[in-house]
C-alpha cells in the first residue's frame, strides 16, 4: 500500500526566512509520481508541481525548490525568502502509474506554513 | 477558464437527509475523482471514474453513491447523511492517458455539515 508522511505539522517563519517542508513515501511502484499542492486560507488546491518516479533532477521555479531523493524515499519542498502569501496548507501525495488508469493520489496529512512578519 | 466546477460551495444538512454533490469539468478529461478533506487526515478518495461510464471505490466509499452522467460531469450523492460525513468534499480531474501521473485539477470545494 502506498503512503505519504508529512511529519511536520505546523511550521512558523518570519518573512524572508528559508523554510523546508518535508515528504517521505513509501511503494512498492518502480515507476509512480509524486505531486505538491499548496491549499490557501480560501480554501482551493492549487497545483504546484508533479515529478516522475524517472527523474531525479531537482526542480527550480523562482522562489520554490524541489529536492526529490529515490535514495531516501523523499520529496522535500523548499521556499525561498518566504513571504507572507506563502502561508498556507501544503499537500505532498503520491501516485501509481499504469497506462490508462485513473490517478489514485495518496496524500499526506499536509503541512501547515505561517509566514510571519 | 472555469475547469473544474462543483455545486453547492456551502451546505448544511440535517442527519438523514439526502443530497447530491454536482461536479462538472470543461477540460475534456477522461477521469473523474470525489475526495473528502477532514482536520489531520489529508484527502482521502471516496469514489472515482477513470472513463465515462465506468466508477470505482475508492478508500472511504461507505455512505456515498456516485453518477458518472456523461464525460464532463460527476456527481457525489449522500444518500442519508450522518454526522461523520461532516467535511470538505472536492471534485477533480485528469486525462491519465498515456499514464496515470497526469496532473489532477481539483474543484474549488464544497463544505458540508451535517447537524
Known amino acids: 500500500a502506498q503512503k505519504v508522511t508529512q511529519a511536520q505539522t505546523e511550521i512558523s517563519v518570519v518573512e524572508k526566512e528559508d523554510v523546508t517542508l518535508d515528504c517521505v513515501y513509501e511503494?512498492?511502484?518502480?515507476?509512480?509520481?509524486l505531486f505538491w499542492y499548496k491549499q490557501p486560507p480560501s480554501g482551493e488546491l492549487v497545483f504546484l508541481i508533479r515529478?516522475?518516479?524517472?527523474?531525479?533532477q531537482n526542480e527550480i521555479s523562482g522562489r520554490y525548490s524541489w529536492n526529490f531523493q529515490k535514495s531516501t524515499s523523499s520529496f522535500n519542498f523548499t521556499i525561498t525568502a518566504s513571504q507572507v502569501v506563502d502561508s498556507a496548507v501544503y499537500f505532498c501525495?503520491?501516485?501509481?502509474?499504469?497506462?490508462?488508469?485513473?490517478?489514485?493520489?495518496?496524500f499526506g496529512t499536509g503541512t501547515r506554513l505561517q509566514v510571519t512578519l | 477558464n472555469a475547469g473544474v466546477t462543483q455545486t453547492p460551495k456551502f451546505q448544511v444538512l440535517k442527519t438523514g437527509q439526502s443530497m447530491t454533490l454536482q461536479c462538472a469539468q470543461d477540460?475534456?478529461?477522461?477521469?473523474m475523482y470525489w475526495y473528502r478533506q477532514d482536520p489531520g487526515m489529508g484527502l482521502r478518495l471516496i469514489y472515482y471514474?477513470?472513463?465515462?461510464?465506468?466508477?470505482d471505490k475508492g478508500e472511504v466509499p461507505n455512505g456515498y453513491n456516485v453518477s458518472r452522467l456523461n464525460k464532463r460531469e460527476f456527481s457525489l450523492r449522500l444518500e442519508s447523511a450522518a454526522p461523520s460525513q461532516t467535511s470538505v468534499y472536492f471534485c477533480?480531474?485528469?486525462?491519465?492517458?498515456?499514464?496515470?501521473?497526469?496532473?489532477?485539477?481539483f474543484g474549488e470545494g464544497s463544505w458540508l455539515t451535517v447537524v
Open positions: 477540460m475534456n478529461h477522461n477521469s
Open positions: 477533480a480531474s485528469n486525462n491519465p492517458f498515456p499514464s496515470s501521473g497526469n496532473t489532477i485539477y
Open positions: 515529478r516522475n518516479s524517472f527523474d531525479e
Open positions: 471514474s477513470a472513463s465515462e461510464g465506468t466508477t
Open positions: 501525495a503520491l501516485s501509481e502509474s499504469a497506462v490508462g488508469t485513473a490517478s489514485k493520489l495518496t
Open positions: 511503494t512498492r511502484d518502480t515507476t509512480y509520481y
